[in-house]
């Protein structure tokens, strides 16, 4: 489409500091915050939420990718910053390995359950660290260019954005993910922190 839709279903549990999987049409809205951390997830079909199956770790600010069916997340912030990933398989919720660097407010991206990528965030601290997951285990790439938290991402495990966030201060720095190494290309529009991207 080439426009915003003004009533696409609100989801059932306003929160924020949570992470997405799928498309416009087939989506998860993953964990979050409300006064507390939530292990709510909440599937949609194009026009409405239906609370769906809860993830075994309440925590906020964590990031993912894949599709409604077939997704992970990992790390953020539970009681603590936490390295802990969840793989999903359209029916449930499964902690697999851990994240190698323990963080919160990274970017993240991904097709499936068995591949995709995470780079960035707060460990506490700013990290450049970038890994991939191939269902089984975390590999650490490429470090971005510009350590920062508060990313988002867009793509793959081998082609992938990773955009804006904070250094200490707001950045509108782009950078481009080839699969090997990270290269800085033109940079968003707006300098902006703890948003969302897709594509």
């Not at 279903?9 to 964990?31: E, P």
């Not at 909440?42 to 599709?67: F, I, M």
């Not at 359950?113 to 965030?121: Q, R, V, W, Y």
Request: hydrophobic share 35%.
């Amino acid at each position: 489409g080439t426009s915003w839709a003004t009533s696409p279903g609100s989801l059932n549990t306003a929160r924020r500091g949570l992470t997405n999987a799928g498309t416009q049409t087939a989506a998860l809205a993953i964990t979050g915050y409300t006064d507390a951390n939530v292990d709510v997830v909440e599937s949609y079909d194009g026009s409405s939420w239906t609370e769906t199956h809860d993830v075994n770790t309440a925590r906020r600010n964590l990031a993912g990718g894949g599709t409604s069916t077939s997704a992970i997340f990992a790390g953020g912030y539970s009681t603590a910053y936490v390295g802990i990933a969840e793989s999903y398989n359209g029916s449930a919720w499964s902690e697999v390995a851990d994240l190698s660097t323990v963080r919160n407010y990274h970017g993240g991206v991904g097709t499936s359950n068995i591949s995709a990528f995470m780079f960035g965030g707060d460990i506490p601290g700013n990290t450049a660290n970038a890994e991939t997951w191939d269902g089984s285990s975390w590999t650490e790439v490429g470090n971005l260019n510009t350590a920062r938290n508060g990313l988002s991402g867009s793509g793959t495990a081998t082609v992938a954005l990773a955009f804006s966030g904070t250094t200490g201060s707001l950045t509108a720095n782009t950078e481009f993910w080839d699969g090997s190494s990270w290269t800085e290309v033109a940079n968003v529009g707006t300098a902006r922190q703890q948003h969302a991207g897709a594509g």
